[in-house]
């Protein structure tokens, strides 16, 4: 099974590198932007996918992979091996 | 340093305290942690390399800075879970006096000893300068004796000190006189200029609310010899010393007690 993981800066702490990329989209001709958030993005690959993998995942990003004091974190189950079997079915009807 | 080291008069061991100097892979200030409280009458330091895992022998514990397992992921996330954390943690709990000082501070807060957390200086800049912090509270164990608003200078280096916590824990902490060392300027106000990190509240260093485990971002290491500009540090480490045994003295005049 292969998962991502999001963890972004909750709401409340400042983001001194969101404010300078900001600053420098803004400066370099996109006035519009209003405010931008950097995380961190993990791609991480799983062996299995059933029984308590995901609970055991998810206390993980809790515990180790962010900080609940200042970061929230979002666990995806990755879609590619699920888009690649649609593909496949698509190329199939085609013949 | 190491000829101070190597030079240590042999000291008798019934009297002498025991501070333990964790080691994590990564750490950098250990030698000088070990060097400065080594400096004291009365004080002996060790290392512990962080897969030790017991810390019964020592009677206070100190996590020095560096950038423990590369700060990867974030600084202390990793190192939080070092073997040697468990005993930290639960001497902790049992009262044992436990200093953080920079990357320490930053372990002792991922593993929720310390309420609160350090992020990116405000400035994005690795800050590497002496800076003043005042004494906020006279009554810890860790700055025992030294009257309120004494002035202490030290160095800071980091690019995470940035401290934060939210408004609840925020209020916790005043309320119940956790912050121990507040950044100040020359004459000891708490301004923003002083604040070399963007720290809420001009904050330098909280205790828990036991008030047993001290984290600071300056270095107290890098100012317990004269011949580096400060000795305000080895202030600290005295006043753990004089802690550790005036808890001595009480528990052996209980014992006196009890057998009388």
């Known amino acids: 099974m292969k998962v991502r993981v999001i963890v972004m800066p909750k709401a409340a702490v400042l983001d001194p590198q969101g404010n300078a990329v900001r600053d420098a989209m803004r400066?370099?001709?996109?006035?519009?932007?209003?405010?931008?958030?950097?995380g961190k993005y993990m791609e991480i690959d799983v062996d299995g996918q059933n029984g308590d993998l995901e609970a055991r995942l998810r206390g993980l990003c809790r515990d180790l992979l962010s900080n609940p004091v200042i970061e929230d974190y979002e666990l995806q189950r990755s879609s590619a091996s699920a888009k690649a079997t649609a593909r496949h079915r698509e190329i199939s009807k085609e013949k | 340093m190491i000829i101070t080291l190597s030079?240590?008069?042999p000291r008798v061991r019934s009297t002498m305290m025991k501070f333990a100097v964790i080691q994590f892979p990564g750490s950098n200030c250990d030698q000088d942690c070990v060097a400065g409280i080594n400096d004291l009458d009365g004080l002996r330091a060790e290392y512990v390399w962080h897969k030790a895992t017991s810390l019964d022998d020592f009677d206070a514990i100190v996590l020095p800075g560096g950038f423990a397992y590369g700060d990867y992921l974030r600084c202390g996330a990793i190192?939080?879970?070092?073997?040697?954390?468990?005993?930290?943690?639960?001497?902790?709990?049992?009262?044992?006096?436990?200093?953080?000082?920079?990357?320490?501070?930053?372990?002792?807060?991922?593993?929720?000893?310390?309420?609160?957390?350090?992020?990116?200086?405000?400035?994005?800049?690795?800050?590497?300068?002496?800076?003043?912090?005042?004494v906020e509270v006279d009554d810890s164990p860790f700055t025992h004796g030294f009257p309120k608003g004494t002035l202490l200078h030290m160095p800071v280096a980091h690019g995470e000190g940035c401290f934060f916590a939210d408004t609840e824990t925020l209020r916790d902490l005043n309320a119940y006189r956790q912050v121990i060392l507040r950044y100040a300027d020359s004459l000891g106000r708490i301004v923003p200029e002083a604040n070399p990190n963007g720290s809420i509240e001009n904050i330098a260093g909280i205790c828990n609310r036991e008030r047993n485990v001290f984290g600071l971002m300056p270095h107290p290491d890098r100012a317990s010899d004269a011949r580096l500009g400060s000795l305000d540090g080895a202030r600290i480490f005295r006043s753990m010393m004089q802690t550790v045994s005036a808890s001595r003295a009480t528990t052996s005049s209980d014992r006196v007690k009890q057998v009388a």
């Open chain 2, 7 to 9: 030079s240590a008069p």
């Open chain 2, 79 to 134: 190192a939080r879970f070092s073997p040697i954390m468990r005993a930290v943690v639960s001497d902790a709990r049992a009262g044992k006096l436990v200093l953080g000082t920079c990357n320490g501070f930053q372990v002792l807060c991922e593993a929720g000893l310390l309420p609160g957390a350090l992020v990116r200086n405000r400035s994005l800049r690795f800050v590497c300068d002496m800076v003043t912090t005042r």
């Open chain 1, 27 to 38: 400066h370099l001709g996109m006035p519009e932007v209003r405010s931008v958030r950097i």
